[in-house]
Nanobody, 121 residues
Framework: QVQLVESGGGRVQPGGAVGLSCRGTGNVANIRMMGWYRQKVGEGREWIADITKPGVATYAAPVRGRARVTRDDDRNAAYLELRNVEVGDTARYYC???????????????WGQGIEITVSG
């Protein structure tokens, strides 16, 4: 069984910084793309950033210039740092990954449970 376990987040003041971690656990053979999505109250889930296996990161416009995604393949982990946060960054953040399970020949999509970031003064 594969799980994506998220940590970090919490409450942060406007203009501050916050970090999220995501680690793949279980029978993970390889992880291709890892990324982050977020969902604000009353809205759909939106993509905000991802990073390929070679480490090429791409960002959505709302966070570009304020976000940094990295990964540690030895730990099957990805990290999101969001700086200069705004009230509009308040959302539930989800980790997403394309995972190859041990013994499988097909990559599958997995999601974390989500973790809250609340930006308030």
């Amino acid at each position: 069984q594969v799980q994506l376990v998220e940590s970090g987040g919490g409450r942060v003041q406007p203009g501050g910084a916050v970090g999220l971690s995501c680690r793949g656990t279980g029978n993970v053979a390889n992880i291709r793309m890892m990324g982050w999505y977020r969902q604000k109250v009353g809205e759909g889930r939106e993509w905000i950033a991802d990073i390929t296996k070679p480490g090429v990161a791409t960002y959505a416009a709302p966070v570009r210039g304020r976000a940094r995604v990295t990964r540690d393949d030895d730990r099957n982990a990805a990290y999101l740092e969001l700086r200069n946060v705004e009230v509009g960054d308040t959302a539930r953040y989800y980790c997403h990954a394309n995972v190859l399970r041990t013994g499988s020949d097909t990559y599958e999509e997995f999601w974390g449970q989500g973790i809250e970031i609340t930006v308030s003064g």
